[in-house]
Nanobody, 120 residues
């Protein structure tokens, strides 16, 4: 059973920063495009940031310039650095692994979610 495990969520005031971490199996880190999605109460899950497999990373318009997705292959981890947080960023954040290659072709994986709450 492949598991993605998020950590680093919490409650902060607007303007503060948080960094989410996602631990994944080495095979997933190597063969999949990693990303972060979020789901706010009463809303659909939306893509926040995701590797495009071309050396580029997609960012949702509202987080451009504030959020950064990075990976540390040696640690089998992916991160989402979030700066200047706003109340509108409040959501459950999910780590994702999609568009997997080779032996994981066609598979997708999700974490259990990490709550981020931003107060004004």
């Amino acid at each position: 059973q492949v598991q993605l495990v998020e950590s680093g969520g919490g409650s902060v005031q607007a303007g503060r920063s948080l960094r989410l971490a996602c631990a994944a199996p080495e095979s997933v880190i190597r063969m999949c495009n990693m990303g972060w999605y979020r789901q706010a109460p009463g809303k659909q899950r939306e893509r926040v940031a995701e590797e495009l497999g071309t050396g580029y990373t997609y960012y949702e318009d509202d987080v451009k310039g504030r959020f950064t997705l990075s990976r540390a292959n040696a640690n089998n981890a992916v991160y989402l650095q979030m700066l200047d947080l706003r109340p509108g960023d409040t959501a459950v954040y999910y780590c994702s692994a999609n568009d997997c290659k080779r032996t994981l072709r066609g598979r997708s994986y999700w974490g259990q979610g990490a709550q981020v709450t931003v107060s004004s």
